[in-house]
């Protein structure tokens, strides 16, 4: 299975609460393997905002979803999608 991984730090005092961008790869990498999944890409969304509407990172993922290029995304935590 393909997926595609989502990070996101959208503040300074998360990435020093241990979601550092690092942090949340390392663990993407690791759910894809437990998964038997092929991790194609980590896209990193640079938002500054948690209010900030769609981010051009999520648009990518979107596309690849729509384009069947991807079956999974994989977020380290839900809260890092839904914001």
Sequence with gaps: MKAV????VS???QADRGVSLA??????RAIAVVHNGELIDIIV???????????PEMER????????????????????LAR
């Design 5 to 8: 991984g989502y990070v996101r």
């Design 11 to 13: 503040t300074d005092k």
């Design 23 to 28: 942090a949340q790869s390392e663990k993407l």
């Design 45 to 55: 969304d640079g938002c500054e905002s948690p209010e900030e509407p769609a981010t």
């Design 61 to 80: 993922i979107l596309a690849l979803v729509d384009a069947k290029k991807v079956q999974a995304v994989v977020v380290a935590k839900l809260d890092r």
